[in-house]
């Protein structure tokens, strides 16, 4: 396995070629060559115990090169302190390891029920941390209180979107009929609306609806229902499971 690995990486070269002229070949000394299949599995195996120098009671979740840290506690001034000694932890093995974080992308956010806005600082490096009201990780936008209102709005604005394609789909006398738009609505427009689900199930009903309003507006251009049309009749008509479901 290490001879393969070693052949895989060893003596690479790349070179730019412009306007038909190419440039001299350059030795790649470090990384994986992009869009390579076996690319991803050497870097995770490369930056996976990153998390094995963080604190106790630090927690973590990586997603490829996507690294978030938490910690919770009664003050925030103790959960910053945990936090901050384990960005600097972060930063040396980076630094150790020839990798480098991404200080645009690296932010700070104070999840409370206060209603006092609490403010932290966080130094990585010489920079101080911008501290954000709704950051966003893997596509999925949080908030201070954690009621996933801004995520849900997001998809509603999306989704509303996508719905408007499907609009110009269909008609009374030509167009797309019900079964090609059951297909956009399920591979465009419900992938939106569930999407990061896991995380936001927990968003009050006030907010959930919002997506409802925008599943039910779909199942209408599906059908070409009226607006007094009921719901539960369309939902089983498309055959379409309800997003709460």
């Not at 090169?65 to 302190?81: E, M, N, R």
């Not at 490096?125 to 596509?139: K, N, W, Y």
């Not at 201070?144 to 989704?159: A, V």
């Not at 070409?224 to 498309?238: D, E």
């Amino acid at each position: 396995m290490f001879r393969w690995i070693r052949g895989f990486l060893h003596e690479r070269s790349a070179r730019v070629k412009l306007d038909g002229h190419l440039s001299h070949s350059v030795k790649m000394r470090e990384g994986v060559p992009q869009g390579g299949v076996v690319s991803p599995t050497p870097f995770l195996l490369y930056i996976n115990n990153i998390t094995t120098v963080l604190p106790r009671h630090v927690s973590n979740t990586l997603h490829a090169d996507d690294l978030a840290i938490w910690s919770a506690a009664d003050l925030a001034t103790s959960a910053a302190c945990r936090i901050q000694t384990a960005v600097h932890d972060v930063h040396q093995w980076t630094e150790d390891w020839g990798l480098q974080v991404n200080e645009v992308k690296t932010q700070a956010t104070v999840f409370s029920l206060s209603t006092t806005k609490e403010k932290v600082t966080i130094k990585l490096g010489d920079r101080t941390l911008p501290q954000v009201e709704t950051p966003t990780f893997l596509g999925v936008k949080l908030d201070p209180r954690l009621s996933w209102k801004p995520q849900i709005e997001d998809m509603e604005k999306r989704g509303i979107k996508r719905l408007a394609m499907m609009k110009k789909l269909s008609g009374t006398h030509w167009g797309a009929n019900s079964k090609i738009l059951k297909t956009v609505y399920t591979g465009s427009v419900r992938p939106v609306l569930e999407y990061g689900a896991s995380a936001w199930a927990t968003a009050a009903k006030t907010h959930t609806n919002k997506l409802d309003r925008v599943q039910n507006f779909g199942l209408k251009i599906i059908l070409g229902a009226m607006k007094s049309t009921p719901i539960t009749a369309m939902v089983k008509t498309v055959g379409v499971e309800p997003l709460e479901s």
